[in-house]
Nanobody, 129 residues
Framework: QVQLVESGGGSVQTGGSLRLSCEAS????????MGWFRQAPGKEREGVAT????????YYAPSVKGRFTISQPNAKNTVYLQMNSLKPEDTAIYYC??????????????????????WGQGTQVTVSS
């Protein structure tokens, strides 16, 4: 059973940076799809970024492209979301998610909620103006 634990949320001012971490456990495969999603108050959950572990490739939502970076810099099962130049509209609960059976092509072509079956508990990010 896949388990995901996020950390690294907090409060920053506009223009600041935060790095979120997601530690995954319970996987037996070396290749799988991971993603970050967010949900602001009163809004639907939306995809932010995805990465295909073991094969490379990433996807970013247009609203965060150029400001956020998703990565897995070492062999450990931890995925990061580096968020720079934060804006008030980035304020949301951020969720880590996994899609163990999603192939690399679909993984990096978009962040679709229906593709992801394992979710973390979420971490709050608040950006003040």
């Amino acid at each position: 059973q896949v388990q995901l634990v996020e950390s690294g949320g907090g409060s920053v001012q506009t223009g600041g940076s935060l790095r979120l971490s997601c530690e995954a456990s319970g996987y037996t495969s070396r290749s799988y799809c991971m993603g970050w999603f967010r949900q602001a108050p009163g809004k639907e959950r939306e995809g932010v970024a995805t990465i295909y572990i073991g094969g490379g490739g990433t996807y970013y939502a247009p609203s965060v492209k150029g400001r956020f970076t998703i990565s897995q810099p070492n062999a450990k099962n931890t995925v990061y979301l580096q968020m720079n130049s934060l804006k008030p509209e980035d304020t949301a609960i951020y969720y880590c998610a996994a899609a163990p059976f999603l192939g690399p092509g679909p993984c990096v072509s978009g962040a679709r909620l229906a593709d992801f079956g394992a979710w973390g508990q979420g971490t709050q990010v608040t950006v003040s103006s």
